[in-house]
Protein backbone atom coordinates (compact mmCIF):
# COMPACT_ATOMS: atom_id res chain seq x y z
CA UNK A 1 0.00 0.00 0.00
CA UNK A 2 1.30 3.64 -0.98
CA UNK A 3 1.06 6.00 1.50
CA UNK A 4 1.28 9.95 0.87
CA UNK A 5 2.53 9.94 -2.22
CA UNK A 6 3.22 12.26 -4.64
CA UNK A 7 3.57 11.73 -8.07
CA UNK A 8 6.47 12.74 -9.81
CA UNK A 9 5.70 12.72 -13.23
CA UNK A 10 3.23 15.68 -13.19
CA UNK A 11 4.40 17.12 -16.61
CA UNK A 12 4.09 20.92 -16.60
CA UNK A 13 2.48 22.65 -19.83
CA UNK A 14 1.90 26.45 -19.99
CA UNK A 15 2.23 26.66 -16.48
CA UNK A 16 -0.70 23.42 -16.49
CA UNK A 17 0.47 20.49 -14.62
CA UNK A 18 -0.46 17.16 -16.01
CA UNK A 19 -0.79 13.99 -14.84
CA UNK A 20 -0.04 11.05 -17.27
CA UNK A 21 -0.88 7.55 -17.59
CA UNK A 22 -0.71 4.16 -20.01
CA UNK A 23 -4.06 1.95 -20.52
CA UNK A 24 -3.52 -1.07 -21.29
CA UNK A 25 -6.66 -2.59 -23.14
CA UNK A 26 -7.98 -5.90 -23.97
CA UNK A 27 -10.58 -5.64 -27.32
CA UNK A 28 -13.28 -8.08 -28.04
CA UNK A 29 -12.32 -10.29 -30.55
CA UNK A 30 -12.43 -8.69 -33.93
CA UNK A 31 -13.56 -5.26 -32.86
CA UNK A 32 -9.05 -3.94 -31.79
CA UNK A 33 -9.36 -1.22 -34.92
CA UNK A 34 -13.05 -0.17 -33.99
CA UNK A 35 -12.19 0.49 -30.62
CA UNK A 36 -9.01 2.23 -30.89
CA UNK A 37 -10.75 4.35 -33.46
CA UNK A 38 -13.38 5.55 -30.74
CA UNK A 39 -10.34 5.41 -28.22
CA UNK A 40 -9.29 8.39 -30.11
CA UNK A 41 -12.26 10.23 -29.72
CA UNK A 42 -11.75 10.27 -25.93
CA UNK A 43 -10.87 14.03 -24.28
CA UNK A 44 -7.70 13.79 -22.46
CA UNK A 45 -6.77 10.69 -24.94
CA UNK A 46 -2.96 11.53 -26.82
CA UNK A 47 -2.29 8.84 -28.68
CA UNK A 48 -4.16 5.45 -29.10
CA UNK A 49 -1.41 2.32 -30.58
CA UNK A 50 -2.97 -1.45 -31.99
CA UNK A 51 0.20 -3.31 -30.41
CA UNK A 52 1.08 -7.16 -30.10
CA UNK A 53 1.07 -9.21 -26.73
CA UNK A 54 -0.45 -9.30 -23.89
CA UNK A 55 -2.64 -6.19 -24.28
CA UNK A 56 -4.39 -5.15 -27.96
CA UNK A 57 -4.36 -1.32 -27.31
CA UNK A 58 -2.37 1.21 -25.25
CA UNK A 59 -3.68 4.36 -25.17
CA UNK A 60 -1.14 7.40 -23.20
CA UNK A 61 -3.57 10.07 -21.46
CA UNK A 62 -2.44 13.33 -19.71
CA UNK A 63 -5.29 14.92 -17.52
CA UNK A 64 -4.74 18.16 -14.96
CA UNK A 65 -4.97 15.68 -11.67
CA UNK A 66 -5.68 12.14 -11.16
CA UNK A 67 -9.22 12.62 -10.79
CA UNK A 68 -9.86 14.04 -14.21
CA UNK A 69 -7.49 11.07 -15.06
CA UNK A 70 -9.99 8.04 -13.56
CA UNK A 71 -12.72 10.15 -15.48
CA UNK A 72 -11.08 9.48 -18.54
CA UNK A 73 -10.48 5.72 -17.92
CA UNK A 74 -14.07 4.98 -15.90
CA UNK A 75 -16.18 7.27 -18.06
CA UNK A 76 -14.35 7.09 -21.41
CA UNK A 77 -12.39 3.71 -22.14
CA UNK A 78 -14.48 1.46 -19.61
CA UNK A 79 -17.72 2.99 -21.17
CA UNK A 80 -16.39 2.32 -25.18
CA UNK A 81 -18.21 -0.44 -26.89
CA UNK A 82 -15.30 -3.32 -27.28
CA UNK A 83 -13.18 -2.70 -24.32
CA UNK A 84 -13.05 -6.13 -22.53
CA UNK A 85 -10.44 -4.69 -19.50
CA UNK A 86 -8.14 -2.42 -18.91
CA UNK A 87 -5.28 -2.37 -16.66
CA UNK A 88 -3.80 1.27 -15.71
CA UNK A 89 -0.28 2.09 -15.57
CA UNK A 90 0.21 5.81 -14.27
CA UNK A 91 3.52 7.47 -14.90
CA UNK A 92 5.15 8.14 -11.57
CA UNK A 93 8.71 9.29 -13.12
CA UNK A 94 9.77 11.00 -15.97
Not at 44 to 64: M, P, Q, R
Request: positive net charge; hydrophobic residues 45%.
Amino acid sequence: MLLNFKLKSEKTVGGEKLVQAYILVTAAIGKVRQVAKELKRIPNVKSVHVVTGSYDIIVFAEAKDLAKLTNVVVEGVHKTKGVVDTNTVIVVEV
